[in-house]
């Protein structure tokens, strides 16, 4: 409230910051009907630690193919886009996990027909004779039509140098790509400096793949934070001497060798907690009411054995 030099008050309300994030919080609001796939995907993901990228790009990639078939309603040239991708990160960083909601999104959005997911490896693509590897890439390649083909460690297809039969699984894979460019997705996946060296077995991979995603290893916080949401997940609580424990470990890891400590790790990690935690409460003859029973302690985490 100001006071004039006359009798006259004015009164200012300042509320611009708050206008402000209103909206923006406005402008991400999507409507649930007509937006379901992606609001469906992001709720997915919101279960996921980490991911900030991950979600960004999979908001971008809906907002592409929403707007080219606005386009084509309104009479307009769509662009065929090329949704084959790359996956790079280290194990345990959710690379399956997040290509399995990007097959359904995409399906949701009549993008692929079918939208079933063909999970494969190096086994299902390479022969041991002469001639039998492009059959069986072809063949494959079939089943996938209509969904996504996701190959998870793919730089074992190059392991073998140069007279190994993956390289012919690979220029299958290019050719495949090229001749029938919109009738599956292929997503490759594997370790960031192995998937270096298997992109430079074909001059024509690299170029087949616009769209990159990088996995990053978890931080000391978000391990910590996992290993929280899982062990409640499992009907468990941890007392704050474990949560501290666990949070110095987590942090140490974060910054030890080149090793990485993922989703993978803290899942086993909680594993062996609970075994330990298991003996502890048999072999102290403890009370079984569900306190103890639910109950994780910091003797149940030993670091050495980690």
Do not use: W
């Not at 379901?36 to 991911?51: N, Q, V």
């Amino acid at each position: 409230m100001i006071q004039t030099k006359g009798r006259d008050k004015i009164q200012i309300t300042i509320n611009s910051a708050q206008k402000g994030a209103s909206l923006k919080e406005q402008k991400n609001e999507l409507s649930s009907e007509q937006h379901y796939p992606l609001l469906k995907a992001e709720k997915s993901l919101d279960t996921m630690i980490g991911m900030k990228n991950i979600k960004e790009f999979i908001r971008e990639m809906y907002a592409l193919v929403y707007v080219n078939q606005c386009r084509e309603n309104a009479s307009l040239q769509p662009t065929q886009q090329n949704l084959h991708m790359l996956f790079i990160g280290n194990p345990g960083t959710g690379k399956t996990t997040v290509a399995r909601i990007m097959a359904d999104m995409l399906k949701d959005m009549k993008v692929i027909e079918k939208g079933h997911f063909i999970e494969a490896e190096r086994a299902d693509l390479v022969g041991e004779y002469i001639g039998q590897t492009a059959q069986k890439t072809r063949n494959l390649i079939k089943k996938a039509e209509g969904g996504i083909l996701f190959i998870d460690e793919a730089y074992s297809l190059a392991r073998g140098g140069e007279k190994d039969f993956g390289r012919e699984a690979v220029d299958t894979l290019v050719k495949a790509m090229e001749d029938h460019q919109h009738k599956f997705i292929l997503i490759l996946a594997g370790y960031p400096e192995e998937m270096k060296r298997f992109l430079s077995l074909n001059p024509g991979l690299p170029s087949r793949f616009p769209n990159k995603l990088h996995f990053h290893d978890f931080t000391g916080m978000q391990m910590l934070e996992l290993f929280r949401r899982m062990t409640k997940e499992k009907d468990y609580q941890c007392t704050e001497e474990l949560i501290g424990k666990m949070r110095t470990h987590f942090h140490s890891i974060s910054y030890s060798e080149k090793k990485s400590h993922n989703g993978r790790y803290v899942r086993n990690l909680i594993e062996r907690v609970i075994r330990r935690h298991a003996l502890r409460i048999l072999e102290n003859e403890e009370k079984m009411d569900k306190q103890t029973l639910m109950t994780l302690e910091a003797a149940d985490f030993i670091i050495e054995e980690c």
